[in-house]
């Protein structure tokens, strides 16, 4: 038997050039934003968390993982096991991986207990939002440590994640509720 489309219209997205567009301007403007302030107090806002949370904020406002809910609960979990993890795993004080260019193999298991743990934390929260896997990533390799590198990240998280609550409300074509822009 066929499955039937729900008797509510649907509103056609129009082509995907217009939506590519859309996400185009509103994402280069949340992060520039962003960085501008970063960069007017002289810390790193931009981090590559930023990105990935903008897109899902601003392609599917209205799915489960870009709810303000959904965003802010997942991020603090995954800065409080990327935390956490550093701690355990005596990392706190540990060169970046960036510094290294290498992992250890303490970082190693840091960094995936603390996306494991994330993501068990945000399935147990019902907070489904991916990019808090990189927020876990970024604090136990080292890169976004304790301090002005992780206050830098926190504040550009609520920054665009309240600009792109703003900007996802812009008109301009979006993709059909429940697909992707990527195809049907």
Avoid at 98 to 125: D, I
Avoid at 137 to 154: A, H, N, Q, V, W
Wanted: glycine share 10%; with cysteine.
């Amino acid at each position: 038997m066929p499955l039937r489309r729900s008797a509510a219209k649907r509103t056609d997205p129009g082509p995907p050039w217009v939506a590519g567009v859309r996400l185009l301007v509103l994402s280069a403007f949340a992060l520039t934003v962003v960085g501008l302030v970063g960069g007017g107090v002289g810390w790193v806002w931009l981090t590559t968390a930023l990105g990935p949370t903008a897109y899902l904020l601003l392609a599917h406002p209205e799915s489960e993982g870009s709810q303000l809910r959904s965003a802010v609960l997942a991020h603090a979990a995954a800065i409080a096991c990327g935390l956490a993890c550093l701690a355990a795993f005596g990392l706190w004080n540990h060169p970046s991986v960036a510094e290294t260019h290498r992992e250890s193999l303490r970082q190693t298991g840091a960094q995936a207990l603390a996306v494991g743990v994330t993501l068990l934390l945000l399935t147990l929260l019902r907070a489904p939002h991916p990019p808090a896997a990189a927020t876990a990533l970024l604090i136990t390799s080292g890169i976004t440590r304790p301090g002005k590198p992780l206050y830098g990240m926190l504040a550009g998280l609520a920054l665009v994640i309240v600009l792109s609550a703003v900007l996802a409300r812009v008109p301009g074509a979006r993709p059909e509720r429940g697909t992707s822009s990527a195809g049907p």
